[in-house]
């Protein structure tokens, strides 16, 4: 993990890039070489903007090694997101650590199907080269309120065989409309087999997909982000059950076999336990749920 200290003084973590993708979705990349030089598809990193700051993770959603340069994409959605919208080049971050977590399950599977909305368009996008570059067929089902909320289009489409759009004009449909399109896919499941379904979407979504599944036996990888503090263990604020027995989404996951997770009542209750009205994501909401 890195975190540089040059006699008594940390050293800050300079912003070389900063993309507004779309409306309150950005991406920053931070000058980080140890970072960038391990960081895996699926991984994250947790950031402090200043000394008064708190940890927040994001999932990697891309990295540079010549350049020693990591990337994340972030929702604007509070006091931090919105600090993070207003740095630019130049501008400095107190702490920045990782690569944090377990990498993502990358081999040959055949017909890989992916579910992604919010952040997840930007952050499945390493997942998906590596997919690639084993020879997996993927269909990507993108998740969004209107055309304005995608983003990553290009590099989506380049390494998706087939790509869906799940597109409506209200958030509270999202839900139906994407488990549509998974829907005709399994349908169609005896034609054109799907060997692997990997999710990076509302956890909500994670869960019906989860369950569609199930009958027909086809591993469904879920990432999940539970509420989280520590980031290394230590303070269970992301725990799960999985298989009846307590994992931590922070050194267990990210990913998670979706048909093993137990308790998504109390994951989506304690996701939801800090949103009000003052979190608009509307682009990015399943069923009136401010959460992604």
Same mark, same amino acid.
């Given at each position: ?73 972030f929702i604007e959605v509070g006091a931090t997101t919105r600090k993070l919208a207003t740095l630019g080049p ?27 909305s919010g952040y997840g368009l930007a952050a499945m996008v390493p997942i998906l080269r590596a997919l690639k ?15 304005? #909320?995608?983003?990553?289009?290009? &590099? !989506?489409?380049? =390494?998706?065989?087939?790509? +869906?759009?799940?597109? /409506?004009?209200? $958030? ?41 599944? #199930?009958?027909?036996?086809?591993? &469904? !990888?879920?990432? =999940?982000?539970?509420?989280? +503090?520590?980031?290394? /263990?230590?303070? $269970? ?56």
């Open positions: 993990m890195e975190h540089l200290q040059c006699g008594d003084k940390v050293a800050m973590f300079s912003i070389v890039k900063h993309q507004e993708l779309a409306p309150k979705v950005h991406r920053l990349s931070v000058q980080a070489p140890v970072i960038a030089e391990k960081a895996k598809p699926g991984q994250f990193v947790i950031l402090i903007t200043d000394d008064k700051g708190e940890r927040v993770p994001f999932t990697i959603s891309g990295w540079d090694r010549e350049a020693g340069t990591v990337d994340f994409v130049g501008d400095q971050l107190a702490h920045f650590v990782g690569p944090l977590g377990l990498p993502a399950k990358i081999d040959h599977y055949g017909h890989v199907v992916t579910l992604l570059e084993q020879d997996n067929r993927i269909t990507s089902i993108l998740q969004a309120p209107d055309q304005e #909320r995608l983003f990553e289009m290009e &590099t !989506l489409t380049e =390494l998706s065989d087939e790509l +869906v759009l799940a597109v /409506g004009t209200r $958030g509270e449909h999202m839900t139906e409309s994407a488990t549509m399109a998974l829907r005709q896919l399994l349908g169609n499941h005896r034609r054109v087999p799907v060997d692997r379904v990997i999710a990076m979407c509302s956890i909500c979504l994670m869960r019906v997909a989860s369950e569609m599944t #199930r009958p027909l036996a086809i591993k &469904t !990888l879920v990432h =999940l982000t539970p509420v989280m +503090v520590d980031g290394t /263990g230590m303070c $269970g604020a992301c725990r799960l059950s999985v298989k009846g027995a307590n994992r931590f989404a922070c050194v267990h996951g990210p990913e998670f076999d979706g048909h093993e997770v137990e308790g998504w009542d109390v994951l989506m209750a304690r996701r939801c336990t800090y949103a009000d009205e003052s979190i608009l994501q509307q682009g990015f909401q399943c069923r009136g749920c401010s959460q992604w």
